[in-house]
Every structure is written in C-alpha cells, then in structure tokens.
C-alpha cells in the first residue's frame, strides 16, 4: 500500500496545529529580535581588541597618578561578566597593581568600569570609564574607516594632581590608516596637559615589526613616571637646600641581565640599609655602568630599586636622582650599578 505524502490526523490534531503554530511564531520572534539587536549595536560591543587598547589606555595614565601608585596599592574587585571587565582587571595586574577579589562592592579601592553608547554630532562613540573610589578616569572612542582611536581627550577626575601624566597616541596611530584625535587630559579644574592634534593621513602604513605589548608599555610609562619623580625631588631639594649628614653608603650591582630582578643579597642590603632610616632622612640615588654598552639601561635597575624601596615603606619624597660622574669601582661591569647614599638633615 502506497502511504500518503501527508500524515493522516486522527486524534488531537487542532490542538498540534495550534501549538506548532505558537511555535513558529516564538522561534520567528526570537529570531527577528537578535537579527535586530546585532543591527543596533556597535561592532566595538563584540572587538576584545578594542577592549584591550581602552583598558591599556586608561590604566597607563592611572598608574601615573600618586593616590593610585601601584607599589603602594592594592585594588579590590569582584569577578569580571564582561569583555571589557576583563580586560581591565588583567591591565591592572599587568601594570602591578595588588589585586583582591571580593564578592562584595566595599572599600576605597574598590574598581568598577563601564561601557555605554552615545549618538554625537559626529557619529557614535562609545564612553568608557574606570573608576577607583573618587577617582574617575573617562573617554570616548569611536570607529572610523576601520580604526579604533579616541574621540575625546582622557578625563580625569578626583586626582590630585595630573600635570605629569603623559599619554602616549602611538598606541592607536600603530594601526595606520587615517585618523584625527586630540590627545592629552583635562582634569576637572579644566586644566589641559599634554594636548597634541593627531592628524595622521590615508597613507601612513600601519606598524611592521614587533609591537609593545601591553605589559612593556606599562612597564615603560611605570620607569618614565619614576624617573620624572625622582627629578621633581632632586629639583625641591636644589630649590630648598638644607645641611645634610651622610650617613652610609649602599653600592647595588645588578645581579643579572633581567633588570626585574633585584637579587636576594641586595634586597638583603637594602633592609640593613633601613633599619638605621627614620622619618626626615633622605636616600639619594644614581645609576651608572662601568662599560658603555646598549644592552645596558641604568635607569631600569634604578627605577627597580627604587620601587624595592618604595615596597619596604620609604616615602616617594625622601627619594631622590643624582647623576652619575663614575662608578669608582676598579673592575668593571657589564651590568647597571646603583649607589644609596642615607642623608640625614643636621639641625
């Protein structure tokens, strides 16, 4: 018996129909309103990368900032649910924040970010910010021929002072192609620093070759900040100079080419080093090679040291450069040398 190319229907068939019906209609529903979400949302929703660029942005300048030192700071956060939550917590850990999970909202350190959408005049941008207990960092960014970059200057409020924070474009031009943005801060004075017009054109390539990572250019801006620290105590003391004693002398050779590590028996010398410090007292520092060579940099070693310093609860301030004119050692070195000297001022 040939059977029919249609299913016969004997019992219950109105009510399949009608159920397969609302079927149907859910599933075409459903189906219709993803379609039109995806529409309505800006591809930066969905782009890591874009995330990425945006946390290392943002944390860059963060860790410029004195009230958010990551030497001397330790953050709280809960659990990341988001692309952008994510990148955030590892550009933080990457910059060398202290980092302590919470399940709960609490504390002056806490982090909280966020990522919202606006229609400008200009087009959509998308506003991120990341915020530590007063503290707002913010800035949009829009996409433009393919490349991601900034639409705003970086907005920082509730830090005490951003005259030394420097932002580097380079992390967005690296992509070629043209763009137009202003780079720079304004804090909530309506104080501008660094501002540059970043005009690049059509035919600008982008970047060949090897490409800082996020780590390395957080590495970079943390030894630049120091760096310009030291120099800004090294110049109150020329302003204000006073009678100083000193006291003993520290001489630091590098134990390895790895200028992140500090070495067990100079960490050992430094806590000696301390236990005659007290309040008041200064400890100045310089860096010098006994050979001149490229593979040398004083000034890594010597922004470690001074953060091994920092970490053993010296103030910043009491921290201060002198250049070097000299090793005064006999044998020479391949490797960076840092001489501490402990002053102490005479009443």
């Known amino acids: 018996m040939k059977l029919p ?12 129909n009608r ?9 075409t529903l459903v189906a219709a309103l993803i379609t039109g979400g995806c529409a309505t949302v800006p591809a930066t929703h969905t782009a890591t990368q874009h995330d990425d660029l945006v946390a290392t942005d943002l944390v860059s300048a963060m860790i410029q900032l ?3 030192d990551p030497i001397t700071t330790t953050l709280q956060y809960s659990t990341p649910a988001t ?10 850990r990457q910059a060398g924040y202290g980092l302590q999970r919470v399940d709960l909202d609490h504390g002056s350190a806490y982090v909280s ?6 229609e400008t005049n200009s087009g959509t941008v998308t506003d991120y910010l990341i915020q530590v207990g007063d503290i707002e960092l913010r800035r949009e960014y829009r996409i433009s021929n393919g490349r991601f970059y900034p639409a705003s ?24 192609g043209e763009m137009s943005f202003l780079s720079g801060v ?5 104080s501008l620093t660094g501002i540059r017009d970043i005009d690049q054109a059509r035919s600008v390539p982008a970047a060949r070759g090897k490409i800082p990572t996020s780590s390395e250019r957080m590495d970079a801006i943390r030894v630049r900040h120091t760096l310009s620290s030291l120099n800004r105590s090294a110049s109150k003391a020329r302003l204000a100079p006073v009678n100083r004693q000193a006291l003993q002398q520290l001489v630091l050779v590098q134990p390895t080419d790895n200028h992140h590590f500090i070495g067990i028996n100079n960490k050992r010398s430094i806590h000696t080093l301390l236990e005659a410090f007290r309040q008041g007292d200064e400890l100045v520092l310089t860096a010098c090679s006994a ?16 953060e091994a310093l920092l970490y053993a609860g010296v103030d910043r301030n009491a921290l201060r450069q002198k250049p070097c004119v000299g090793t005064g050692l006999s044998q020479a070195s391949h490797r960076a040398i840092v001489t501490i000297v402990h002053h102490r001022v005479q009443v």
């Open 5 to 16: 190319d249609t299913p016969l229907c004997t019992v219950g068939c109105a009510r399949t």
């Open 19 to 27: 159920w397969m019906s609302v079927m149907l209609l859910a599933i």
């Open 66 to 68: 004195d009230e958010l």
């Open 83 to 92: 692309a952008f939550g994510r990148s955030v917590i590892a550009g933080l």
């Open 113 to 118: 970010y966020a990522m919202r959408y606006a």
């Open 153 to 176: 200057l970086l907005f920082i409020t509730g830090a005490s002072d951003t005259s030394q924070v420097v932002i580097d474009p380079a992390l967005f031009t690296q992509q070629g």
């Open 186 to 190: 304004q804090s909530a004075h309506t």
């Open 291 to 306: 050979v001149r060579s490229e593979t040398v940099d004083t000034n890594q070693y010597l922004v470690r040291v001074s």
